[in-house]
């Protein structure tokens, strides 16, 4: 079942963000994505995530689909003008990739190329509009196209962000919603409580949220991000619970596979699981699952 059944029948789907290679061999990608393959509904490919130079997601995304793996294609605001972003989005319907998220992309100041300029000609509820009007035929200059791309179209959501007004997320992405989203990616979650409000406040049947399942590497990835991370909160019993283990790594494992029990549990339709290049340790999150 691919993921859009999944989210139209109301069971729950496990997605993976998986990083494409920064270079040309992929075996590693490839391998990581099959070691859970029918574990995994559909893999998220980011485009160059961090503003970090990597091979582009439309890329990974169509070398995965060639090993029947299916993925989510970002597409971003940041890199590319409107002529370069229909392009790509034209390719990925021709070559069978069935979803796509629309993203706004880092600042490249973030990244390890600071000499290179964002694009952003046009802002993310324009490419979800451009996305929908590929779908209806049509280009942005209203040209009649030969044959139109279809998605399950998503994008990202800062709900439970700590510190980010309840109801003008809510109301930004019901904005979303109505441009053509129908899947919303949260940031990083560790506390399922921090959604309960918002969830109140939008029509859970034209939006699909999903938590981000992020994978504690180490204890001091953990006091980074609750440092450093405003959009993030980490307790500090998490934290406390990392530092008192001797396998640190495994322990963060273990917690990753109980927070997609637990939301499970709570009634969410699905979960993106982030390793954060530990794609290799997937199998070990789902088998604790």
């Known amino acids: 079942m691919n993921l859009q059944r999944k989210f139209e029948t109301g069971e729950f789907a496990i997605l993976a963000e998986i990083e494409p290679p920064k270079g040309a061999d992929v075996s590693e990608m490839v ?32 070398i995965l689909q060639q090993e029947g793996l299916e993925t989510v294609f970002q597409v971003c605001c940041r890199d590319r003008n409107r002529l370069a972003l229909q392009a790509d989005l034209l390719a990925a319907g021709a070559t069978g990739i069935p979803n796509v998220m629309a993203v706004v992309g880092e600042d490249p100041s973030f990244g390890d190329h600071h000499q290179a300029r964002a694009v952003n000609d046009i802002d993310l509820i324009e490419l979800l509009g451009v996305i929908h009007n590929l779908e209806q035929g049509r280009d942005m200059a209203g040209i009649e196209l030969t044959g139109a791309p279809q998605f399950l179209v998503g994008t990202t959501a800062n709900a439970g962000a700590p510190g980010i007004s309840v109801e003008l997320e809510a109301e930004e992405m019901m904005r979303r919603a109505d441009a053509g989203a129908g899947f919303f990616i949260t940031p990083p979650l560790f506390d399922a409580s921090l959604l309960k409000s918002f969830l109140t406040r939008i029509d859970s049947k034209k939006i699909t949220v999903i938590p981000t399942v992020l994978l504690l590497k180490s204890l001091g990835m953990a006091r980074y991000i609750s440092r ?45 699981l982030s390793t954060v290049g530990w794609e290799h340790r997937l199998p070990e999150i789902i088998e604790g699952i």
């Not at 391998?31 to 980011?46: I, L, S, Y």
């Not at 959009?231 to 001797?246: F, G």
């Not at 640190?248 to 939301?263: Q, T, W």
């Open 31 to 62: 391998a990581n994505a099959k070691r859970v393959k029918g574990d995994v509904d559909a893999f998220v490919v980011p485009e160059m995530s961090n503003a970090v130079m990597r091979m582009s997601s439309l890329g990974g995304a169509m």
């Open 228 to 272: 450093n991370m405003d959009h993030v909160h980490v307790p500090d019993t998490l934290i406390k619970r990392i530092q008192s283990v001797p396998d640190k790594a495994r322990e963060g494992i273990k917690i990753a596979a109980e927070l997609v029990s637990e939301l499970k549990t709570e009634g969410y339709q699905g979960v993106l």
